[in-house]
């Protein structure tokens, strides 16, 4: 069946530094990889997504990667700060002009920035 | 826009019991998934509706049912509830098969439900 990896399933940094978060995708048909992110005692958020037709998106610090090749893609926090602590879920999705929207969700990272 | 709501937000229920947990879409959504969320396990998908039919379905048994209405709301039962039905439930929603393209799903608050 479709299925999502994530890892790493946890994951600690210096603050300042980088992290790196990969998935990667079995359903060859996805087409929209979003990345949510969930606070502690929060629900979870969009933080940035990217379609299959786009190799790299970047919004601040935050960018994401996307192989359709290889069937994986990225999450990439630069100069990491202690609000970036949290579990971080990729998912991967088809839907578009369809009548069916199955969005699958990667096990979660949690992330934790050292002060 | 008003946000995705959940009530309750709270729930204790004894085992053998059932709960009815609702949820209420952002306006203009005509999708809401549910989602069981335990500690460790992530997010696991139940099931979804559109236009008041559930179109997937989650690989839970058949305690687990829902049902969406006509104005989008949507609510999620589980019958005979057992200690590991513990767990946090979240509903999102999304603009659905709207032709856009767009699956963004916008998570609720979650209803906590705790089974002694």
């Known amino acids: 069946g479709e299925n999502v990896e994530q890892h790493p399933s946890t994951l600690s940094v210096q603050e300042g530094d980088s992290a790196v978060i990969k998935c990667t995708y079995s359903d060859s048909a996805s087409n929209y990889f979003p990345w949510y992110k969930q606070e502690l005692g929060k629900r979870p958020q969009l933080i940035i997504d990217?379609?299959?037709?786009?190799g790299e998106k970047k919004d601040q610090r935050i960018a994401v990667t996307l192989n359709k090749t290889a069937k994986h893609f990225s999450l990439h926090i630069t100069e990491t700060q202690p609000e970036d602590s949290a579990v971080y879920f990729c998912a991967a999705s088809h839907s578009l002009y369809s009548s069916a929207s199955k969005i699958i969700f990667g096990s979660g990272t949690r992330l934790s920035i050292r002060p | 826009k008003a946000g995705v709501t959940q009530t309750p937000r709270y729930l204790i229920k004894t085992r053998g019991q059932q709960v009815t947990l609702s949820c209420s879409p952002i306006?203009?959504?005509?999708?809401v998934s549910w989602y069981q969320q335990t500690p460790g396990q992530g997010l696991q998908f139940l099931f979804e509706?559109?236009?008041?039919?559930?179109?997937n379905k989650g690989n839970f048994p058949g305690r687990f049912s829902g049902r969406q209405f006509s104005n989008s709301r949507s609510e999620m039962n589980v019958s005979t509830l057992e200690l590991g039905d513990s767990a946090l439930y979240l509903c999102?929603?999304?603009?659905?098969?709207?032709?856009?393209?767009?699956?963004?799903?916008?998570f609720g608050p979650g209803t906590r439900l705790t089974v002694l």
């Open positions: 306006s203009g959504h005509r999708s």
């Open positions: 999102a929603s999304s603009l659905g098969w709207s032709g856009l393209g767009t699956d963004t799903q916008y």
């Open positions: 990217i379609r299959s037709n786009v």
């Open positions: 509706y559109f236009s008041e039919t559930q179109r």
